[in-house]
């Protein structure tokens, strides 16, 4: 199998070092960038499959790199950030992040997310039973990785598509928050609701005509979400 | 008629002067007669009389004569010439000169009176016109007063601008000497500001007055001002810092807004006064005038220094934010590095183990040096930093921490010159060398290798001026302020060059400010950058 590329982009050299030495060790391909400039450069130069972004770099930060590479790649982005907040958090996914993990981690975290990155971005192993999926305008090719809404492509993240997926597959069944969490992104991840809520609302923006009142996914308050073939009427 | 007219005659008829006092008795007038013009200016020097009747031909001056004298003293009496036949010409001539009639002898009784009525009611008049126009005027001043004191105080929000101008409107416009304000501060009145009193009797004005009892007391709880005309006699011990210092009468007008009363506006005279309605209504007006412009104030001091604190408050969070970020960064290459030497699934070579343990070791010290750096901007900030003043030269500071700034400067060029002639400096040996290292450490980080860096000092206007130069990459005009702000990063580290704390220019600063002196930097982009501080000689 293809070694995995991983592009690091933090200021501290130490920081750098110590992210190369763990994932070289664990198989993967480093590539480093010591601030948002370069990292801008790197990933239009190789082939990155994942970026560990840091968020406090001078010039432009990592918030501003996430936006950029945004407007044009799906590349799945873990961003590291030594701020602890929560609005910080929350800003980062939704502006299309992937992750978010805060300064000091341990180094199995790291490792989990990481996976789970690369989870998203397509196991060939985990094809779903259907190859397609099709609703009211809402057309999903499982293999191909494809998403239509009445004729119109659109563009997905990995996490996106991971969780549309495992919605579209479970149609009319209600998935916990729990249950979506571990499924979607991994045990480790059952406590982060607003993971849910940001993605929730990133696939809404990206998939309904009217992102307020969703056609394609419905909100069951307190206990999930669902993809409802069924009248949706019937669902409040 | 309310009090009785007042009637002189002047004629050197005796019994001529019998019957008109009988007949205008019996009308109830008060009658004085003179048989001379002598005696009646002596009498007209002494009293008032609302009218008089002379005789124009008389023994000492001639009756035209007396009438301008009379004019002059009283010139709202009524004068009525009597003529003979012959000297009617004269009577013309004295309407002239402000008679108000003249009658011919033999007198008809009748037309007498109605003269005199008619006279008198012209007088009242006149006199009713008078009045109201002192009234008028009155008012209009008091307008005018009251209007100024309000133009005056709402000049400003500054409370203590405020109560100045109003005192000096006040004054200029009452002419009033001594006035003086004290505002409620809880159950005290304090003082505030005054108008008038000399330097020292200023100095020995309570800075606090009870208001528990007494006329202070009285004062916060009525609308009205409260006046002690007599000091000397006066039983309210309260007010003995007046009377100790020669003032003879008091009054207080309480500063009075929305019903509550939140100050007041003391006035001593060096004698004993009665302040009139008038003047006491005008004081009540000024009174409340300055009220509503320090209760303005007080609100707006209030509110400013919410927002102050808000400020600071938010400067604060900031902080805390930052010394959050600073602290996570080292931690987290401590952790991860240990972290990775526990993870069961890598066993890592000899080598990679040893880079680890060097990672660990040295993020401890940039902790350390982190948690030192705010511990001594903290007491820079809380001005709790001890500096150990002594005089030094300054070649001596230098060559302490000599070892220090060569083991730092090893790949540059470390050029020190100072002139003999540098006079002594007072300071802190220990904290000025910090600030030199500090300084050397910057520039060696933004300096290529093999480069200059030089220590100069200059004497120059009772300063020592101490620079320390590099040939690096300079700091642009618009960050020369911002570099000395807490936690600013400056970019364009060389290569290898390990990140401070960002705190290091920072403490520089304080360090040189409380020791009275002022750091800055000159520089163009890539020309290198002189950092300069200068050191008070006294």
Known sequence: MDKKNILIVDDDPAILRLLSTNLKARGYEIFTANNGEESLEAI?????DLMILDLMMPKIDGVEVCRRVREWSDVPIIILSARGDENDKVKCLELGADDYLTKPFGIAELMARVKTAFRHRGDPTVTPAQATFSYEGL????????????????????????????????????????????SVWGNEYSSEKEYLRVFVGRLRRKLEPDPKNPKYIQTIPGVGYQISTSSPANVQ | MKTKDNILVVDDDLDFLGVIRRILEKKGFKVTTVPSAEEALALLKENFFNAAILDISLPDIEGTELLSRMIEL??????????????????VQSLNRGAFSYLEKPLDPENLISIINRGLEKQQLVFENRKLISELERHNRTANTLLSVSQAVAQSLDLQKIIDAALEKVAECTGLEAIFIYLRDKDKLKFKGYHGLSTRTAANMPRELETASGVFSNLLEQSGPIIIKDLLRASESELSFLKNVGYRSFAGVPLTILGENIGVLGIATDFTQSLSPNNLELLTGIGREIAIAVRNAQLYEDASSARALRELDALRSEFLANVSHELRTPLSVIKGSANSLLQPDVIFDEQTRREFLVSIDRDADTLTRLVDDLLMLSRLEAKALEVKKKQHKISNVISNVKDHLDKLTIKHHLKISIPNDIPLVYIDEV?????????VENAVKFSDDNTNISIQAVYKNKEV?????????????????KIFERFFQGEGRKAGRRKGTGLGLAICRGIVEA????IWVESKSDHGAKFIFSLPVN
Not at chain 1, 44 to 48: G, H, L, M, S, Y
Not at chain 1, 160 to 174: I, P, R, T, W
């Open chain 1, 44 to 48: 239009q130069k190789d082939f990155i």
């Open chain 1, 139 to 182: 057309e999903i090719n499982f293999a191909k990785r494809r998403v239509t809404v009445n004729s119109r492509e659109v563009t997905l993240t990995p996490t996106e598509f991971a969780l549309l997926q495992h919605l579209a597959v479970n149609s009319d069944k209600v998935l916990t928050h729990n249950m979506l969490l571990q």
């Open chain 2, 74 to 91: 009283h010139p709202e009496i009524i004068a009525i010439m009597l003529t003979g036949h012959s000297s009617v010409k004269n009577a």
């Open chain 2, 431 to 439: 904290r000025i060398g910090e600030v030199l290292t500090n300084l």
């Open chain 2, 465 to 481: 001026i101490i620079s320390v130069i590099d040939e690096g990459i300079g700091v642009p005009l618009e960050l020369q302020k």
């Open chain 2, 515 to 518: 020791h009275g002196g002022k």
